[in-house]
DNA sequence: TAGTAAATGCAATCGTGTTGCATTAGTGTT
DNA sequence: AACACTAATGCAACACGATTGCATTTACTA
């Protein structure tokens, strides 16, 4: 679910993480807490076409890093990323929740309030992070069948 | 667990599937099916000089067609291919196993006989397929520290 | 064994991810 | 308010996997 925000708590955010509150950052943060779906790069350059390629990618690197976003992959191994719930703390990410994408539109849903069911590896496997993928049809365009 | 096959085996396998028999595709399939861990492009690449890259990538693109392998990301998002389980078919998978990445080697494990718990999607989503990826380390790696 | 369609090799292109470096812009201080 | 300092940005360039078009070769079939 999107999550409703106005600048003042971005730029809290972004100084809360000892980040320099910048226009570029500021725009991507809006963007990413107005959508329910997952972001990738090319969606951000499709519509910040002043900002450069590589601000992007590092705006987005650094987000990761201090917890604010979490990467995941689409079913074509392009990176995308979402906001974060509560529990992501830096370098310490909560994303084992479920992902879906949604063959017809391309999107990424993050459905966070699945929790994960627990999973026993076989002898010798040590996970230190679980992620679930489904694909199929996000309810909007299941109606459009 | 790898699967030992000979070569007349791999012969009848691309029969089956209609595809005409040529060395370059008995090789990728003895060697994706000696390996117990998924296998890049890259990985056929290395070892097979003399196939080229473009032919590998159609190569493993009709095998994934077929059903005969399936594809999966790694942590860097690129794609990696494993053979397939008996239950899957011309385009209908059944790859609904976990997959192992292991974050020292890199190797990408199909966990075949780990089968998923049902999960439950919200109102509105219908899932075709569901992959539970999971990172750490690996039974080798895992003792190596 | 000759003909045909499929498979391969080669060249080239695209898209995402990545690094280095010069320039610009935030931020804390006087 | 001007300054200094560091972080952030823009630009150029590169790495590499994925992808297409086309000419050539190879495998099957009649």
Redesign the interface.
């Known amino acids: 679910m999107a999550q409703v925000k106005n600048t003042y708590q971005f730029e809290d955010l972004l100084e809360k993480h000892q980040l320099k509150k910048t226009g570029a950052r500021l725009r991507v943060l809006s963007m990413m807490y107005a959508k329910n779906t997952a972001t990738s790069q090319p969606d951000l350059e499709s519509v910040m076409h002043d900002i450069d390629r590589v601000t992007l990618y590092r705006i987005l690197n650094v987000f990761e890093e201090k917890g604010i976003i979490h990467k995941v992959?689409d079913l074509n191994?392009?990176?995308n990323y979402a906001v974060c719930s509560s529990g992501c703390h830096e370098h310490h990410h909560h994303d084992e929740h479920?992902h879906?994408n949604c063959?017809a539109c391309k999107g990424v849903?993050c459905?966070n309030?699945?929790s994960l069911?627990a999973?026993?590896?076989?002898?010798?496997?040590?996970?230190?992070?679980?992620?679930?993928?489904?694909?199929?049809?996000?309810?909007k365009c299941?109606?459009m069948q």
Chains 1, 2 share one sequence.
């Open positions: 992959f191994g392009t990176a479920l879906f063959t849903f459905l309030e699945l069911p999973i026993n590896l076989p002898e010798g496997f040590q996970a230190s992070g679980f992620t679930l993928y489904a694909s199929g049809l996000c309810p299941n109606k």
